[in-house]
């Protein structure tokens, strides 16, 4: 095995690194995953024996949304405006 002499490796790390690097922007392709990042997506997790019925989130969604419109529509309740501590 050979050792390297501190001015050689200098010289491999220095031809490694550049200060700057020049890409082709010509040969870009668009972002398709850029409009879904926009919005915010809503985890759920399922217990298993929710999830063996439900296969799928339009399941889900359907179901929500029946339960949602079944449900009676009162006056929306204002926040409480949080106690401070003492």
């Not at 997790?45 to 009676?72: C, G, Q, T, Y």
């Not at 009162?74 to 401070?84: H, V």
Request: charge should be positive; avoid cysteine; proline fraction near 5%.
């Amino acid at each position: 095995m050979k050792k390297v002499t501190k001015g050689r490796a200098r010289s491999m790390v220095r031809d490694e690194l550049r200060r700057e690097y020049r890409f082709d922007y010509s040969r870009a392709k668009r972002n398709r995953f850029a409009a879904a990042s926009t919005r915010r997506p809503v985890v759920v997790v399922l217990d298993d024996d929710i999830a063996r019925v439900f296969r799928s989130s339009e399941s889900v969604n359907a179901l929500l949304r029946a339960v949602i419109a079944s449900m009676p529509r009162g006056p929306r309740r204002r926040k409480t405006p949080s106690r401070e501590k003492d």
